[in-house]
């Protein structure tokens, strides 16, 4: 069982749909490079060939008491592992301010009513994403403490803080460039002009790095573009300065594969290049269709000019031969004509 958080613990406020949502959609998208890069013990024991089956959160009915203003996405999934055991996998993923002592508690909260719930599934993993890479200290133990009665609870964390970010930009696994993007926007929280400056250029080079290392990979491409692309929003004129400079626009053989992600169509970026990709190959196929309709009515035209021609040859051809008392079977045999050809070519003359 492993119990998976996510937390900020610095409020960041952006303008955005849903900045957990992005973590959610990604890691349910990639699960298994998630477990290879966040949970690297864990991840060679599980059997992905199985299938990886996300289940019902209400069947667990793990429902938490929180503030006013916190945001939950939570999953629950079932996996088995190479030696043929089934476990449930908690995913809680969070953005939030929260004291430390109060972040502790909830993970022991959290493995607590998993612990309960799960009868006799009792081995759970627990890791806690840190994404403010702001913040050096973080509690990765809960501990209680009453007259002798003494609980200790310690749990995984994978902290944003301190990462070498050279390192990550090496990596050939896909969340290393999430990381990268958390940190980016951990560390360019400001609203003035500067501040967008810096994201716009965090963002160019994010998206550079992904056409880089996964232009052959399509799944990695599609879903690191769109989480980065509402992950770091920037204002509308440097949007603009972004799409200008992106190679891509310019280049025909990578606008075919822009058209493969539909999941792009609707993004800040990438919805722009993928609808005018789109127009301008629907005006592409209008005039190439109406060529072809021109060329195709030109050859139609020549070949039914043709078959009018050996038609009325046809048919004067036979007249003269019926003139002359020639049977059906003999005027076949001339023209090869089938019999019921030669008597439908009569029964026409004798109408006319």
Request: aromatic share 12%.
């Amino acid at each position: 069982m492993l119990n998976t958080v996510k937390e900020n613990t610095n409020s960041y406020r952006v303008n955005h749909p849903d900045y957990d949502g992005l973590w959610k959609n990604l890691i349910e998208e990639l699960f298994q490079e998630f477990m290879a890069f966040f949970a690297p013990d864990l991840y060679p024991e599980i059997d992905f060939e199985q299938g990886v089956d996300f289940k019902n959160l209400e069947l667990f009915q793990l429902v938490m008491k929180s503030k006013k203003g916190t945001k939950y996405s939570d999953k629950i999934v079932k996996v088995q592992l190479k030696n043929g055991e089934e476990k449930y996998i908690f995913i809680h993923i969070e953005v939030q301010a929260v004291g430390k002592k109060e972040f502790a508690e909830r993970m022991f909260k959290y493995f607590y009513r998993i612990y309960d719930k799960t009868k006799t599934i009792h081995q759970i993993y627990s890791i806690a994403l840190l994404t403010d890479a702001s913040q050096k200290d973080h509690q990765d133990t809960f501990y209680y403490s009453f007259y002798g009665t003494e609980l200790t609870y310690a749990y995984n964390t994978y902290r944003f803080h301190g990462k070498d970010t050279e390192e990550l930009k090496k990596s050939d696994n896909p969340f290393a460039l999430a990381v990268l993007a958390g940190i980016y926007i951990s560390n360019n929280k400001g609203r003035e002009a500067e501040d967008h400056e810096k994201r716009f250029c965090y963002k160019q080079q994010l998206i550079s790095l992904a056409f880089e290392k996964y232009s052959h990979h399509t799944n990695y491409l599609v879903a690191l573009l769109y989480f980065i692309d509402y992950m770091m929003l920037i204002p509308s004129e440097l949007q603009e300065q972004l799409y200008e400079t992106l190679p891509i626009a310019q280049n025909e053989k990578e606008e075919k594969k822009i058209m493969g992600l539909e999941k792009l169509r609707d993004t800040p970026t990438f919805g722009r290049l993928y609808r005018e990709i789109e127009e301008k190959a629907t005006r592409k196929g209008l005039e190439r269709g109406i060529e072809q309709g021109i060329e195709q009515g030109i050859e139609q035209g020549i070949e039914q000019g043709i078959e009018k021609g050996i038609e009325d040859t046809e048919r004067k051809f036979v007249k003269k031969l019926l003139d002359r008392n020639y049977s059906e079977k003999e005027i076949s045999e001339l023209t090869g004509l089938e019999l019921k050809e030669v008597r439908k070519l009569q029964e026409s003359l004798e109408n006319e």
